[in-house]
């Protein structure tokens, strides 16, 4: 027997201790790691509920903050809605106190040229260049045989029929061929009317624009006045009419010329524009003076009013009209203009009627128009 067996016979209990220790471990240890590993995943567990529950509480505070968001809109637009509306009311009152307006002046317009043809008919004096001419007063604008779109502006503006001094001066205005006028005519009788209706009658809309009607006045006030009142509503339906205002200021490119079938102006502008060539007159149909008492009357415009007239074709006709006409200033005006009908009226105490009726309107508009 060797040592060792001999060793180990004689120590029973430490074989078996070295048995023991070479035995392999017991599988219950990979039963007692489980509580371990459940102990994690419910720590995980742990962990992510916590998450999962701020990000349910960030969900409804994101939605209530896009609701209030739509809601903060919503009002808004109602808001703004409501305020179109107070707009739309303000404005339609606006527009029915200016139509009013219109009406009431209309009427009183119509009532004034009534009243006005009732005093002048009889002491209204037409002398006919022509006396072998057969050319009558026009009770109504149909008889003038206008064109559409005359005609339609004119009962667009307003005008029933015919005032005194229409009634015989437009037959002559649209006579073929063209007669020279002198009228007179007191203010608000309709003599504007009259001769924008003789130039716009004889353009010929073209292109290039070619200079066809001139029209002269004192001031630049009143040439302002004759193109927003008088020619921008008789030719709404004249498309493609330029028309020029010749007026201190107004700048025409050294080298170009004036692109308008219609100017209007004041003398000074107008004989400068020519010297220059700005505009050429050779085409020129219809030559007015506006105020022409003024216009031709020594200690007025004579010298200029001259100098355009000079510079005027032949065959153009001329019309000139005033509310006054000093027998000196038609003696003179006759020199001017190649066998004109004169139509004068004798001013009375009518004239004042009908100016009263006139300041009366106008009067009544303003009121009307205030807030």
């Not at 007692?32 to 990000?55: F, I, L, Y």
């Not at 119509?110 to 009889?122: G, I, M, P, S």
């Not at 029209?215 to 330029?242: D, F, N, S, W, Y």
Request: glycine share 4%.
């Amino acid at each position: 027997m060797s040592e060792e067996e001999a060793k180990a016979e004689s120590t029973p209990a430490a074989a078996e201790e070295t048995a023991a220790a070479d035995a392999p471990a017991p599988v219950a240890d990979a039963d007692a790691a489980e509580p371990t590993a459940s102990a994690d995943e419910k720590k995980v567990e742990e962990e992510a509920k916590p998450a999962t529950v701020d990000g349910a509480d960030a969900a409804p505070a994101k939605s209530t903050e896009d609701e209030e968001k739509k809601a903060a809109e919503v009002r808004a637009a109602v808001e703004e809605e409501a305020k179109k509306e107070v707009e739309a009311e303000e404005a339609a009152k606006k527009e029915a106190k200016r139509k009013s307006a219109e009406e009431l002046t209309k009427r009183l317009q119509r009532l004034a040229l009534d009243h006005q043809k009732e005093n002048t008919h009889e002491r209204l004096q037409v002398i006919q260049a022509d006396q072998s001419s057969h050319l009558s007063s026009a009770k109504t604008f149909q008889e003038l045989n206008l064109p559409k779109h005359l005609l339609d502006a004119i009962f667009e503006m307003g005008f029933e029929r015919p005032s005194a001094i229409q009634e015989e001066a437009l037959p002559r205005i649209l006579a073929d061929p063209p007669r020279n006028v002198i009228g007179q005519a007191q203010s608000g009788s309709g003599k504007t009317a009259a001769f924008v209706v003789g130039m716009l009658f004889r353009i010929v809309v073209d292109a290039p624009a070619s200079v066809q009607a001139l029209c002269v006045t004192p001031t630049r006030e009143l040439a302002v006045q004759i193109v927003q009142k008088a020619v921008a509503p008789m030719a709404a339906h004249m498309t493609g009419l330029k028309v020029q205002l010749a007026l201190a200021g107004e700048m025409v490119e050294r080298g170009k010329r004036v692109d308008a079938h219609l100017i209007v102006g004041t003398p000074g502008k107008i004989v400068d524009w020519m010297k220059r060539k700005t505009f050429i007159t050779k085409n020129i149909k219809v030559f007015v003076l506006d105020e022409a008492d003024n216009m031709v009357a020594e200690s007025g415009h004579r010298a200029n009013s001259l100098l355009i007239k000079k510079q005027m074709p032949k065959s153009c006709q001329s019309l000139f009209f005033s509310a006054t006409f000093p027998d000196e200033v038609v003696q003179f005006a006759t020199k001017m203009v190649y066998n004109p009908d004169k139509i004068l009226i004798e001013r009375g105490p009518e004239a004042l009627v009908s100016s009263l009726w006139s300041l009366t309107a106008c009067r009544a508009t303003f009121l009307l128009s205030c807030p």
